[in-house]
């Protein structure tokens, strides 16, 4: 049995959970409403004490595979419509700064043009410091993928560690090139 699979996802006041038709759990709270449909194997049930289960059907390896995914998917769910997901990330180098024009996000990162993003569907952009970038939503794969968007931009390089990276992230310097000797 999976460990994850079989913990129970708790629901707090203010969250609805639904199931419809094709297995689609619908997942509606505070800050948003989120939808996905779940493999037609897997099943999604209300227990005795208010918490939601994932079983599977038998020990088949696709059944076991999807135990855990599933579970973890529909508690990110609950998770994103209460309390909701950020990633932040941080500009190094000289000049690099970001700014938020309406909901469009503006960098200067060392091009010689300004590289301008939108906000996709349910994210939320804030720039508290010229030099970082505060990604939110409820949708926690919509938020780590834009997240990864704006860092593609301009990646940390590893020689001065110019770029975009995210809070907390480590980039391993290498060292320059050495100089020849002089006879």
């Known amino acids: 049995m999976s460990r994850i699979g079989r913990m129970p ?14 297995n689609t759990v619908t997942v ?8 996905r449909q779940i493999p037609a194997a897997m099943r999604f049930e209300k227990g005795d004490t208010g918490a939601w289960t994932v079983s599977r059907p038998d020990d ?13 998917l529909l508690n990110n769910m609950v998770t994103g419509v209460t309390a909701g997901f950020t990633r932040d990330l941080e500009i190094n180098g000289v000049g690099y700064r970001a700014q938020l024009q309406g909901k469009q996000l503006v960098m200067n990162i060392g091009y010689s043009h300004q590289v301008i993003m939108d906000a996709p569907e349910g994210i939320t952009i804030a720039v508290p410091a010229p030099n970082k970038i505060s990604v ?3 949708d926690k794969q919509a938020v780590g993928q834009f997240a990864a968007n704006i ?8 020689y001065k560690g110019k770029g975009i990276r995210y809070a907390g992230e480590f980039v391993r310097h290498k060292e320059g090139k050495a100089g020849a000797k002089k006879k």
């Open 9 to 22: 996802i708790t629901v707090p006041a203010g969250v609805d959970i639904s199931v419809g038709e094709n």
């Open 60 to 72: 088949a390896k696709q059944n076991r595979s999807l135990h855990g995914l599933t579970r973890t």
């Open 28 to 35: 509606k709270g505070p800050k948003g409403t989120l939808s």
């Open 136 to 138: 939110s939503g409820c």
């Open 151 to 158: 860092r593609e931009k301009r990646p940390p390089e590893p």
